[in-house]
Nanobody
Framework: QLQLVESGGGLVQPGGSLRLSCAASGFTLNYFAIGWFRQAPGKEREGVSCISSSGGSTNYADSVKGRFTISRDNAKNMVYLQMNSLKPEDTAVYYC????????????????WGQGTQVTVSS
């Protein structure tokens, strides 16, 4: 069964950091671009960041540029999202998703999805 599993979410104070992980089972991530998306209550799912299959290309939403860093370790079949200087508006469920065609801005272009991990930024 092809599956993505996110981990690393939790409750953190404003200004704090978290590192999210995305693990694959049943397939190798090496041939897929991986995107991170998030969805806050009452809001649409939005793209946060994406990394190409080789790791040579990354992109970020304007709202997280300079604070979040996406990376991947293909040998471990893992993708990470390092989140620093977290703000209350970063509170959301974070999802990773795989796309064999490369980074795309729309969530509908991604084939495989994880179940999500909750990130709450609050004092």
């Amino acid at each position: 069964q092809l599956q993505l599993v996110e981990s690393g979410g939790g409750l953190v104070q404003p200004g704090g950091s978290l590192r999210l992980s995305c693990a694959a089972s049943g397939f190798t991530l090496n041939y897929f671009a991986i995107g991170w998306f998030r969805q806050a209550p009452g809001k649409e799912r939005e793209g946060v960041s994406c990394i190409s299959s080789s790791g040579g290309s990354t992109n970020y939403a304007d709202s997280v540029k300079g604070r979040f860093t996406i990376s991947r370790d293909n040998a471990k079949n893992m993708v990470y999202l390092q989140m620093n200087s977290l703000k209350p508006e970063d509170t959301a469920v974070y999802y990773c998703a795989a796309n064999s065609y490369g980074c795309r801005p729309r969530s509908v272009d991604y084939t495989y999805w994880g179940q999500g991990t909750q990130v709450t930024v609050s004092s």
